[in-house]
Protein backbone atom coordinates (compact mmCIF):
# COMPACT_ATOMS: atom_id res chain seq x y z
CA UNK A 1 0.00 0.00 0.00
CA UNK A 2 2.70 2.63 0.96
CA UNK A 3 4.65 1.78 -2.47
CA UNK A 4 1.63 2.62 -4.63
CA UNK A 5 0.83 5.65 -2.01
CA UNK A 6 4.75 6.86 -3.37
CA UNK A 7 4.10 6.22 -6.95
CA UNK A 8 0.47 8.17 -6.84
CA UNK A 9 2.41 11.24 -5.39
CA UNK A 10 5.73 10.87 -7.56
CA UNK A 11 3.01 10.95 -10.70
CA UNK A 12 1.21 13.68 -9.01
CA UNK A 13 4.12 16.06 -9.06
CA UNK A 14 5.78 15.00 -12.48
CA UNK A 15 1.93 15.76 -13.59
CA UNK A 16 1.93 19.56 -11.51
CA UNK A 17 5.86 20.26 -12.81
CA UNK A 18 5.31 19.15 -16.38
CA UNK A 19 2.31 22.08 -16.42
CA UNK A 20 3.95 24.55 -15.19
CA UNK A 21 5.23 27.49 -17.53
CA UNK A 22 8.87 27.60 -17.95
CA UNK A 23 10.33 27.32 -14.80
CA UNK A 24 13.62 26.34 -12.90
CA UNK A 25 11.96 23.21 -11.11
CA UNK A 26 11.50 22.32 -15.28
CA UNK A 27 15.18 22.76 -16.22
CA UNK A 28 16.25 20.76 -13.41
CA UNK A 29 14.19 17.79 -13.96
CA UNK A 30 15.40 17.57 -17.64
CA UNK A 31 18.85 18.33 -16.63
CA UNK A 32 21.13 15.44 -17.76
CA UNK A 33 24.50 15.19 -15.59
CA UNK A 34 27.13 14.34 -17.80
CA UNK A 35 30.50 11.91 -17.03
CA UNK A 36 30.33 8.47 -15.87
CA UNK A 37 28.28 6.52 -13.51
CA UNK A 38 29.91 4.36 -10.81
CA UNK A 39 30.83 0.99 -11.10
CA UNK A 40 28.51 -1.87 -10.42
CA UNK A 41 24.96 -1.19 -11.09
CA UNK A 42 23.64 1.92 -10.83
CA UNK A 43 20.82 3.19 -8.90
CA UNK A 44 17.50 4.18 -10.91
CA UNK A 45 17.19 7.86 -11.33
CA UNK A 46 13.60 9.60 -10.31
CA UNK A 47 13.42 9.88 -13.53
CA UNK A 48 13.41 6.58 -14.93
CA UNK A 49 11.24 5.38 -11.91
CA UNK A 50 8.36 7.94 -13.00
CA UNK A 51 9.00 6.36 -16.50
CA UNK A 52 8.34 2.82 -14.85
CA UNK A 53 5.22 4.69 -12.88
CA UNK A 54 3.72 6.11 -16.25
CA UNK A 55 3.90 2.88 -17.54
CA UNK A 56 2.43 1.25 -15.45
CA UNK A 57 -0.55 3.44 -15.55
CA UNK A 58 -0.48 4.05 -19.61
CA UNK A 59 0.56 7.36 -19.36
CA UNK A 60 2.30 9.72 -21.34
CA UNK A 61 3.62 13.59 -21.09
CA UNK A 62 0.82 14.15 -23.25
CA UNK A 63 -1.49 13.21 -20.43
CA UNK A 64 0.07 15.52 -18.00
CA UNK A 65 -1.75 18.59 -19.42
CA UNK A 66 -5.15 17.32 -19.50
CA UNK A 67 -5.43 17.65 -15.70
CA UNK A 68 -8.63 15.96 -15.08
CA UNK A 69 -7.70 12.67 -17.52
CA UNK A 70 -4.14 12.50 -15.76
CA UNK A 71 -6.00 12.30 -11.72
CA UNK A 72 -8.22 10.23 -12.70
CA UNK A 73 -6.12 7.95 -14.31
CA UNK A 74 -3.23 8.12 -11.49
CA UNK A 75 -5.44 7.81 -8.85
CA UNK A 76 -7.25 4.91 -10.28
CA UNK A 77 -4.99 1.95 -8.38
CA UNK A 78 -5.41 3.41 -4.72
CA UNK A 79 -8.92 3.59 -3.21
CA UNK A 80 -7.06 5.75 -0.33
CA UNK A 81 -6.59 8.16 -2.75
CA UNK A 82 -9.89 8.10 -4.58
CA UNK A 83 -11.67 8.56 -0.99
CA UNK A 84 -9.23 11.65 -0.23
CA UNK A 85 -7.48 9.12 3.10
CA UNK A 86 -3.78 10.60 3.36
CA UNK A 87 -1.40 8.99 5.37
Do not use: F
Not at 16 to 27: A, C, N, Q
Not at 43 to 54: A, I, L, P, Q, Y
Not at 71 to 79: A, E, H, I, L, N
Not at 80 to 85: A, L, N, Q
Request: charged share 35%.
Amino acid sequence: MTALVLQQNRLCWYGHVLRKKDDWVKKCMEYEVEGPRPRGRPKMTWREVVKKDCQAHKLNKEDAMDRSKWRSVKDKGCPMIRMGVSG
